[in-house]
């Protein structure tokens, strides 16, 4: 009887650790992610942000939020993280492979003011409950602290204008109407989309009076030939068409927060208008397929 014992108590090992193996060590699953420009600005409270990732496993272990142990972005800093969720957002299919959308929402483990962190190549690290650690190539981020000095700016209205550049769709500009409750003159000092990898020349901050539309041509509309520095009148209101300018080849820029430092008299100010979602796009569209990156997945550390 002890022989069949043992026996039996074997098998029964084998088959808790085969039912383990899909989920501990898929390594045949393939795990992709789109880089793209991260820029966050947070006030009051921590902005939350997120990386998405497409995923051949969905019973895998990167697909289940009690499976992510510690998160942190590296690159020339550390930034710690913690989880706030892992949500599914449907499938696409690449190369004849179903792939499972999730989304990492995350926030930073300190809030305090000011604080400002720039990281140009960033690489979103997670610790999984086996030891393993995932690397996911992020792009650029950008995480910033400010403090929103009330003042005298009104936002009317703003809409964000996209197309075509290089692989995909990105942001190219914005039309920005603003109105100054004050009457005195309002200088426009700055605005700032919180990343280095994307820049306003306030200069080409052109007044214009076109009325939206999809598909607008931001490089019509902004004239370069407008040299002075953007103001407004006492108790004006009137539309900015703005340009973006990338000082990089990493232009996939979906969402961003905006920050315009202005001046009225001695007085001077910060209007903010923190992480937005300006284009609803897929990053997972075959168009955006040549930035798809493979997410590494390394094996524990051997004591």
Same mark, same amino acid.
């Given at each position: 009887m002890r022989p069949a014992v043992i026996g039996l108590s074997v098998f029964l090992v084998l088959i808790a650790w085969a039912s383990l193996v899909p989920r501990l060590a898929p390594h045949s699953t393939m795990i992709r992610t789109v880089p793209r420009i991260h820029s966050y600005l947070a006030t009051d409270e921590p902005a939350l942000f997120s990386v998405d990732f497409l995923i051949s496993d969905p019973d895998g272990l990167p697909a289940m939020e009690d499976a992510y142990e510690t998160l942190w972005i590296e690159g020339d800093e550390t930034f710690a993280l913690d989880l706030v969720s892992l949500d599914a957002r449907g499938t696409t299919v690449i190369d004849k492979v179903t792939m499972h959308q999730f989304v990492l929402r995350m926030a930073p483990r300190f809030h305090t003011v000011p604080f400002a962190v720039q990281i140009d190549e960033a690489?979103? &690290?997670?610790? !999984?409950?086996?030891?393993?650690?995932?690397? @996911?190539?992020? *792009?650029?981020?950008?995480?910033?602290?400010?403090?929103?000095?009330?003042?005298?700016?009104?936002?009317?209205?703003?809409?964000?204008?996209?197309?075509?550049?290089g692989e995909g769709v990105t942001s190219q500009g914005m039309l920005l109407g603003l109105h100054n409750e004050s009457g005195e003159t309002l200088?426009?000092?700055?605005?700032?989309?919180?990343?280095?990898?994307?820049?306003? &020349?306030?200069? !080409?901050?052109?007044?214009?009076?076109?009325? @939206?539309?999809? *598909?607008?041509?931001?490089?019509k509309l902004v004239d370069e030939r407008n040299v002075h520095t953007p103001?407004?009148?006492?108790?004006?209101?009137?539309?900015f068409a703005i340009r973006f300018d990338f000082t990089t080849d990493l232009n996939l820029l979906y969402r961003y927060p905006l920050m315009i430092e202005y001046s009225v008299g001695e007085a001077s100010y910060a209007f903010v208008l923190e992480d937005f979602m300006f284009i609803n796009a897929n990053p997972y569209a075959m168009e955006n397929a040549p930035l798809f990156k493979e997410v590494t997945i390394h094996a524990p550390a051997s004591d």
């Open positions: 690489a979103l &690290h997670a610790r !999984l409950v086996d030891g393993r650690e995932m690397v @996911f190539p992020m *792009g650029a981020f950008s995480y910033r602290t400010h403090t929103s000095h009330e003042g005298p700016l009104r936002l009317e209205h703003l809409h964000n204008l996209y197309g075509s550049f200088h426009i000092d700055s605005v700032s989309l919180g990343s280095e990898r994307v820049s306003v &020349h306030t200069p !080409l901050i052109t007044r214009n009076a076109t009325p @939206f539309e999809q *598909g607008m041509d931001i490089s103001l407004l009148e006492g108790n004006e209101t009137m539309q």
